[in-house]
């Protein structure tokens, strides 16, 4: 079975650009969140998609967002980007909503200069 | 609010036993998950904890105390791939059902 998949990998950006990220669960899997890391930070959540609708979301602003679509498969978006936001985004799938296991991706690499 | 704290890094010896402790604070609790993240990829799942008591899995052992809201990773036989950062997640017990991630404790190995 096919690991959870991210592109791109690595990305740079400049400050007030936007950036689209996008990720495909492990066949099968419904629910879909998104982290930010960052160095002693640890994992970040941004937000949680299952069956297309956003079930719950961090403590992030506004400039962060994104969807889910029929077949699972999400993307997020952050607008004018700041220096603040360069980080690791990871996202994770699992069965369903609830305490399961959550698979992993890479991860992208997102540099603000 | 919700915390959860761990040792921000440790150091052992190849062939030693190491403890990471995680202690949580969090309205409602669903259970504890331990992660582990090598630099550069993404956390794997180790363990997953909801009743007291110890879960034995190969070296890697983890206890849970839900009075006491403490939880540890316990290693044994220490290898060098075991360098590595142990995340401990605490599961709310909400709709939502939120995670509440700790920062990670980096193990260092030393030979």
């Known amino acids: 079975k096919a690991g959870v998949t991210q592109t791109p990998r690595y990305l740079i950006k400049t400050r007030g650009q936007q950036v689209t990220l996008s990720c495909s669960p492990i066949?099968?899997?419904?629910?879909v969140s998104w982290y930010q890391q960052t160095p002693g930070q640890g994992l970040q959540f941004l937000f949680e998609y299952f069956s297309e609708t956003q079930r719950n979301k961090g403590n992030f602003p506004g400039r962060f967002s994104g969807r889910q679509f029929s077949n699972s498969r999400s993307e997020m978006n952050v607008s004018t980007l700041e220096l603040g936001d360069s980080a690791l985004y990871l996202c994770a799938s699992s069965f369903d909503r609830g305490p399961y296991e959550q698979y992993f991706g890479p991860g992208t690499r997102l540099t603000v200069t | 609010g919700q915390n959860i704290d761990q040792p921000t890094e440790m150091t052992a010896t190849e062939g030693a036993i190491v403890q990471i402790n995680c202690t949580y604070q969090?309205?409602?609790?669903?259970?504890l998950f331990w992660y582990q993240q090598h630099a550069g990829e993404a956390p794997t799942f180790l363990s997953y904890?909801?009743l007291d008591g110890l879960e034995e899995k190969g070296r890697f052992s983890s206890f849970l105390s839900r009075s006491k809201g403490y939880s540890y990773l316990l290693l044994k036989e220490l290898q060098m791939k075991d360098s590595a950062s142990y995340l401990c997640?605490?599961?709310?017990?909400?709709?939502?059902?939120?995670?509440?991630w700790g920062a990670g404790t980096k193990l260092i190995i030393k030979p």
């Open positions: 969090t309205s409602g609790f669903n259970g």
């Open positions: 997640a605490v599961a709310l017990l909400d709709s939502n059902y939120q995670l509440i």
């Open positions: 904890n909801v």
């Open positions: 066949s099968g899997h419904r629910s």
